[in-house]
């Protein structure tokens, strides 16, 4: 049996009012929303942007959104987690400073933020779950107490994942530190120190204190055992001196749809997903740096099954493109590990009928 994705197409020549009424449109006659009860408590999940970032979600359409479960008796918050590496977004006072920077607030989408702050023990929990790689996965309390999930993804390329989507947004955007850790951990760059201009970008970026510049010539240095595997460093250093072999992203994959299994555990008919190809970049929304876009904008997606809804996500982008332009922005990544461990491990399936609205 194939699953529904809902989709309406959306250009760059569409005016903010007008994808607005596309997306209430959407909603209105897919019934995704209908997950949604009166009196639940809902996790609207989202990714808000690393500072100087514009890729993601437009704060208006998270809005459309937004009011729209309200209206259904939710009681509604956007929600993230915070980040591995060190940035606008590693703590729960500075993440929700940057999501009102970047025009989250409540006048703007009609609900409140909420970030968990995995510091505090109350605001975790740890899901045995017993799958390939994770055994035990660690997530913010918020996104499995929550009564339903609405999962609101901006699809765009990534340089680990090939790209991300829904399961990217649910496995690795619910975990908590630790559990992105768990996710990242088999990264560590290598070093080529004759490329090294001594700039101390790394150094200073490095959220563990693994890089050090040694030596009369200060030529960089990595201490593995202290290394998360993050990739904070690569982001900043311009001359190649730190590089991660990505060909390792089969894993990470793997892993992180197994993070996604952990979230929807408990979410049976209770969750819906909706994936944004629109302002579609070749890193994902935590690259604050420039992120050129590799593919126009092509339109809305909605399902209740994550696996069908990244499927058909990317079969459209690169089928309004003529080519794969996710393996063309990053030739060692296959994206479609991700899709394929998630359909073995039962978070949807990749077979889907897509409904025009």
Not at 29 to 37: A, F, I, P, R, Y
Not at 95 to 119: E, M, Q, R, Y
Not at 300 to 319: C, E, G, H, T, W
Request: glycine share 10%.
């Amino acid at each position: 049996m194939k699953s529904k994705v809902y989709f309406v197409p959306v250009s760059k020549a569409d005016s903010g009012e007008i994808v607005k009424k596309k997306l209430k449109t959407l909603l209105e006659k897919s019934g995704v929303l209908g997950v949604v009860e009166r009196g639940d408590k809902v996790a609207a999940k989202i990714h808000f942007g690393e500072e100087g970032n514009t890729g993601y979600v437009d704060p208006e359409l998270a809005g459309v959104i937004c009011r729209a479960a309200v209206e259904k008796g939710g009681e509604v918050y956007l929600a993230d987690t915070n980040v591995l590496y060190k940035g606008s977004r590693t703590v729960t006072a500075d993440h929700i400073k940057l999501a009102l920077k970047h025009g989250f607030s409540k006048n703007a989408t009609g609900v409140d933020i909420f970030i968990p702050d995995d510091t505090k023990k109350e605001e975790t929990l740890e899901i045995a779950i017993g799958q390939k790689y994770i055994r035990t996965a660690k997530v913010g309390r918020f996104f499995i107490d929550c009564d339903s999930l609405v999962t609101i993804s901006h699809f765009k390329g990534h340089m680990l994942t090939g790209f991300g989507g829904a399961i990217k947004n649910l496995g690795m955007g619910c975990a908590t530190r630790q559990g992105k850790l768990a996710q990242h951990n088999n990264l560590a760059p290598a070093v080529y120190p004759d490329n090294c201009v001594a700039c101390g970008a790394c150094v200073a970026i490095c959220p563990v204190n693994a890089l050090t510049l040694k030596g009369d010539n200060a030529k960089i240095s990595l201490d593995a055992k202290k290394c998360i595997g993050c990739a904070n460093c690569v982001g900043v250093c311009s001359t190649f001196s730190l590089f991660v072999d990505f060909t390792a992203g089969s894993a990470v994959q793997e892993k992180m749809a197994e993070y996604a299994f952990a979230v929807l555990r408990n979410k049976k008919k209770k969750a819906v997903f909706i994936n944004f190809a629109m302002k579609i970049n070749k890193e994902c929304d935590c690259w604050g740096g420039e992120n050129p876009g590799i593919a126009p904008d092509v339109g809305i997606f909605a399902s209740l099954d994550p696996v069908a809804i990244d499927k058909a996500s990317y079969d459209i982008v690169n089928r309004v493109c003529k080519k794969n332009v996710f393996r063309s922005a990053h030739p060692d990544q296959d994206g479609t590990i991700q899709i394929t461990h998630a359909e073995k491990i039962g978070l949807g399936r990749q077979e889907y009928d897509l409904v025009e609205v």
